[in-house]
């Protein structure tokens, strides 16, 4: 007797893996505007995801996150062990 496995675990690597492509793939863009207005943006995106998730479902949510995302983080500087070191690069 096998045991099946949970659809829940797949998707979320899916997800994981969809999001992390995704990130590497964008350009670096600074964030425009104030910090704050940085912040607010990325806050307002969010909650407003967070409550229509379920209608929007899995795919709606990562449309609505990752422009905003992309926005508000540079992600390859921030994955870039290099810039971690201390001492020139």
Not at 18 to 24: D, E, H, I, S, T
Not at 33 to 53: A, E, F, W
Request: no cysteine; glycine share 14%.
């Amino acid at each position: 007797m096998t045991k099946g496995y949970s659809s829940l675990p797949i998707k979320a690597v899916a997800l994981a893996t969809g999001l992390g492509l995704g990130f590497l793939s964008y350009p670096i863009l600074a964030a425009s505007g104030s910090g704050g207005d940085t912040v607010r943006g990325l806050y307002d995106v969010l909650l407003n995801t967070m409550k229509n998730g379920h209608a929007l479902g899995q795919s709606g949510r990562f449309m609505q996150l990752a422009p905003v995302i992309h926005r508000s983080f540079d992600i390859v500087s921030m994955a870039d062990w290099r810039s971690a070191r201390p001492g020139p690069v």
